[in-house]
């Protein structure tokens, strides 16, 4: 055995076990995860300073870049869940189907906008930055 300065392995990639679905119901999940995510954010800029040009213009971009596809936005919606603990961010990783995969993330979405509104009642103000798992308390 090669002895290496870095852990190194071999991986697979996972490909989900369902399709994207039709009909009304799956368009409504999917409609409803979208709906999550700009509420979320409309959450976020009633909590930020309203001086802050930057953020508001990184919540804009973020609301223009969701995507319509629902195995992308399956994948997309972990960034705007700045108050998901590691457990569920890798319950979510582990997910196999899109359906499930965007079920847990309906709920987490509107567990993070109540969160969101607790700290507007507090007076807080909260920076949104995409990529960071936990947002900034100012």
Do not use: C, M
């Not at 457990?87 to 993330?105: A, G, H, K």
């Not at 103000?125 to 990529?131: D, I, K, P, S, Y």
């Amino acid at each position: 055995v090669k002895e290496l300065p870095y852990l190194v392995g071999e991986v697979e990639p996972l490909q989900d076990e369902d399709e994207p679905g039709e009909g009304p119901a799956w368009e409504a999940l999917v409609q409803g995860v979208r709906e999550g995510i700009a509420a979320v954010l409309e959450a976020v800029r009633e909590v930020s300073p309203s001086g802050d040009a930057r953020q508001r213009l990184q919540l804009d971009a973020v609301l223009r870049a969701v995507p319509t596809d629902p195995a992308e936005l399956s994948f997309f919606v972990p960034q705007v869940l700045t108050g998901a603990s590691a457990e569920e961010r890798q319950r979510l990783l582990d997910t196999r189907t899109v359906r499930q995969r965007l079920r847990l993330e309906q709920r987490l979405l509107g567990r993070e906008q109540q969160h969101v509104r607790r700290l507007k009642r507090a007076g807080s103000h909260l920076r949104f930055e995409v990529g960071l798992s936990r947002p900034s308390l100012n």
